[in-house]
């Protein structure tokens, strides 16, 4: 167990309408992640966060935004959600030297209708 | 073509059996290896992580890495059928800040 929550676990939204996702931790870890996962792509890196208010890109970051204002929560912005962007999303936290591994969190289920 | 390949089954095999799972990849740089198991509903389970070339072993679990051949493996000896799930492979370069690259994962179902 990685101390990760995610919150919400699950949501229903409509196109157009912003949602805010949150991952907090209580390992106090740098290194924070957003994934996304869809059949037939994987996990994708959306944003991720290497300090408070340090923040960087991912592969799939249009559409979205993120912010860390403490280093236990890492929130994830959905501006004008889309269709598109119904998905799980993961957050997850590295550790080690290298903080060359991630431990996950248990998920967020998003429908955009 | 995508970075890393995954077959993504699904694996059908009795409870017993070894269960072979593989991926190859196309970066040159990356040096940390890992494989994640998760189950339906739930988030990826870090399972073993290898760094560079050569084999690691935990309990029924071994992992392979082929650098030269850009292919690694995960063995599972007598499978169960609680090992019934999809795993992922995963990757990254230090150069890169470490972030991970995923396969699509590959659906393993163990028979009883």
């Known amino acids: 167990d990685a101390g990760i929550t995610q919150s919400p676990r699950h949501k229903v939204t409509e196109t157009g309408t912003p949602v805010t996702l949150r991952c907090h931790q209580t390992e106090n870890h740098r290194y924070m992640y957003w994934y996304r996962q869809d059949p037939g792509h994987g996990l994708r890196l959306i944003h991720y966060s290497y300090g408070v208010k340090d923040t960087d890109k991912g592969e799939v970051s249009d559409g979205y935004s993120v912010s860390r204002s403490k280093t236990e929560d890492f929130l994830l912005t959905l501006e004008s959600a889309t269709s598109s962007q119904t998905s799980v999303y993961f957050c997850?936290?590295?550790?080690?030297?290298?903080?060359?591994?991630?431990?996950f969190g248990p998920g967020t289920r998003l429908l955009v209708l | 073509q995508k970075e890393v390949e995954q077959d993504p089954g699904p694996l059908s095999v009795p409870e017993g059996a070894i269960v072979s799972l593989n991926c190859t990849y196309s970066?040159?740089?990356?040096?940390?290896f890992m494989w994640y198991r998760q189950y339906s509903r739930k988030g990826p389970e870090l399972l073993m992580y290898t760094y560079s070339s050569g084999n690691k072993e935990d309990g029924r679990f071994t992992a392979q890495v082929d650098k030269s051949s850009k292919y690694i493996s995960l063995f599972i000896r007598d499978s169960q059928p609680s090992d019934s799930a999809t795993y992922l492979c995963a990757m990254s370069a230090k150069a890169a800040g470490n972030k991970l690259t995923f396969g699509g994962g590959t659906r393993v179902l163990v028979k009883p």
């Open positions: 970066n040159s740089a990356f040096q940390y």
């Open positions: 997850a936290i590295a550790r080690g030297g290298d903080q060359e591994t991630q431990y």
